[in-house]
């Protein structure tokens, strides 16, 4: 399902905190080339730093390639348009194999790879879920209504072939959009060979070279800052349960819902995390809303992680590995 709500706050931080913030041209100084869009249910924004005023035009054509390639997948892996791969197969499911590209192929294995590792915090077949939460009227699903749809939820019936896919049951339902961001950032910053470069996607971030990034306070208005740290050539991407949520009986009811109980994760209330894989660092992000601070997955997957738990106490998991320098706790939750 798109992130955009739960990244946006993220975003609206690196702002804060002036990641983004373009340089001024200079008489034969350095510039900044800026593109912007829209994609895969929020902002797109690429920033390459180019040497020279004289550099700027092949900058700028490389940052409208990155745009491009995320446009592309983004065609390639929507769930709601009848053009996209990932509709197809959902419409196919129980039923024959359906041709699906390398991009999507490449996105679905590394959705199974994710789940498997998180033994199922993480399920692309939670789209099975689709529709039984209201966030807007703040509405619940009953016991039952769960009951029918969680035996759908389930990433051992999404069998994946060279070239093709499909789901095991009438009823089942892939997203990817619980990593399409990261791996999307990820695949637009390989057509900026040898520059520095940003490309943010709904709020996933992928980096070259060296950045000041900002992170939003959990419990705080948007654009107050939990931490700031320096993102050297990585995927940075951030879940949290502050953006789309109601309250019910005194518990914060979110979108990051457990596959497992189809209800709201209680692992953590924001999960950073640093990667060099954009899957990875999309994926353990949600997981982790799931998990809570688990160091051992993350330790896995070779990501790092900053983690809220439910009672404010902030844990910092895995390995630097030299992608994350100089973390600064600006306030508690």
Not at 34 to 61: F, I, N, Q, W, Y
Not at 116 to 143: C, K, M, Q, V
Not at 220 to 242: F, I, M, N, Q
Not at 274 to 288: E, F, I, N
Request: with cysteine; aromatic share 4%; glycine share 12%.
């Amino acid at each position: 399902m798109s992130r955009a709500w739960r990244l946006a706050a993220l975003l609206g931080a690196l702002l804060a905190a002036g990641c983004f913030a373009p340089r001024a041209p200079v008489a034969d100084g350095p510039v900044d080339a800026v593109v912007t869009g829209t994609a895969m249910g929020g902002d797109l924004r690429v920033v390459v730093r180019c040497a020279s005023r004289a550099e700027h035009p092949a900058c700028l054509d490389e940052a409208m390639a990155a745009r491009e390639r995320v446009e592309q997948l983004h065609g390639l892996a929507t769930d709601w348009s009848p053009e996209g791969e990932v509709f197809r197969l959902n419409a196919a499911a129980g039923g024959d194999s359906v041709p699906v590209s390398a991009d999507v192929e490449q996105m679905l294995r590394a959705s199974l790879r994710l789940a498997e590792a998180t033994n199922g915090a993480f399920d692309p077949t939670i789209n099975a879920l689709w529709g039984l939460w209201d966030f807007e009227a703040g509405r619940a699903p009953t016991a039952e209504e769960l009951g029918e749809r969680l035996p759908l939820v389930d990433f051992r019936g999404l069998q994946i072939g060279q070239g093709e896919a499909r789901l095991a049951r009438v009823g089942m339902s892939v997203s990817l959009g619980g990593i399409a961001q990261g791996w999307a950032a990820a695949e637009a910053l390989e057509l900026v060979p040898g520059r520095e470069a940003i490309v943010d996607v709904s709020g996933d971030i992928a980096a070259r070279g060296t950045w000041t990034v900002g992170l939003q306070h959990p419990r705080r208005p948007r654009g107050e800052l939990l931490a700031t740290l320096v993102l050297v050539d990585a995927v940075l991407t951030t879940s949290g349960d502050y953006e789309r949520f109601f309250d019910l009986d005194g518990q914060r009811m979110h979108h990051i819902l457990d596959p497992r109980t189809g209800r709201p994760g209680r692992g953590a209330s924001s999960a950073t995390v640093v990667s060099t894989d954009g899957a990875v660092a999309d994926g353990l992000a949600t997981a982790l809303l799931v998990l809570g601070p688990d160091e051992g997955v993350v330790r896995s997957l070779a990501a790092w992680a900053l983690v809220v738990d439910p009672s404010g106490v902030i844990h910092e998991l895995g390995d630097r590995g030299g992608h994350v320098r100089e973390v600064k706790v600006l306030a508690t939750p």
